[in-house]
């Protein structure tokens, strides 16, 4: 994990974590991300150790780390605010989700299910939607490309399924993971802005007399 300092007052930036398996990470990778929330809840231990991390801890993550954020925010209520772009389908359970509509697809899911449990050892994560459905009262923020990949349409069920405070935007336009190119402007207001309320007023609020 890579910690690095904003500019000015010297205040923290942000914390960048390299998935097992990946960059400067140890371990065996895992493609579809099963597993990793053991990393995630490892950052957010390292930063809560910090006497310069003071606003509350959140997290972004793209694509497979968005699906990632989602599940480690349902399990660890000190990740107060998430943000996932791109999340879409992990295992079958995620294409259950999808109800009839995706009952041609679902021989293949089991098959692609198994496969990756045998031969990674590890068990099909929760399903996203139910992890979506414990963040609360921690923020979610979901995000998805308007021409992303074939699944990302399950983050409207994920927002439905989610608990307020919550977010969701469709960003015109972009394909997957294309949020910050395609809107870079608008993109960096509202993922600012929402860990913002959801961080920094939140510390302010409890500071408050």
């Given amino acids: 994990m890579r910690y690095g300092r904003g500019p000015g007052a010297g205040r923290p930036d942000a914390a960048a974590l390299d998935a ?3 960059g400067e990470s140890e371990g065996d990778p895992n493609a579809f991300g099963w597993g990793a929330t053991a990393d995630i809840d490892g950052a957010v231990t390292y930063l809560e150790s910090r006497p310069d991390v003071e606003a509350g801890i959140g997290g972004l993550g793209l694509s497979v780390g968005g699906e990632q954020m989602l599940e480690a925010a349902a399990e660890n209520g000190d990740l107060q605010a998430v943000v996932s772009e791109g999340a879409g389908e992990r295992s079958i359970r995620e294409t259950l989700v999808f109800g009839p509509a995706a009952s041609l697809t679902i021989p293949h899911q089991a098959v692609l299910t198994t496969a990756v449990a045998v031969f990674s050892g590890d068990e099909p994560p929760p399903a996203l939607d139910d992890a979506a459905s414990g963040i609360a009262p921690g923020a979610t923020f979901l995000i998805y490309g308007e021409q992303g990949q ?3 349409e399950l983050n409207v069920e994920y927002f439905d399924a989610a608990k307020e405070p919550k977010e969701l935007w469709e960003v015109p336009g972009a394909g997957h993971t294309g949020g910050l190119d395609t809107q870079p402007e608008e993109y960096e207001r509202r993922v600012t802005s929402f860990f913002e309320r959801h961080l920094l007023d939140r510390q302010a609020r ?4």
């Fill in 20 to 22: 097992r398996g990946y």
């Fill in 150 to 152: 074939p699944g990302e």
């Fill in 206 to 209: 409890a500071s408050a007399p």
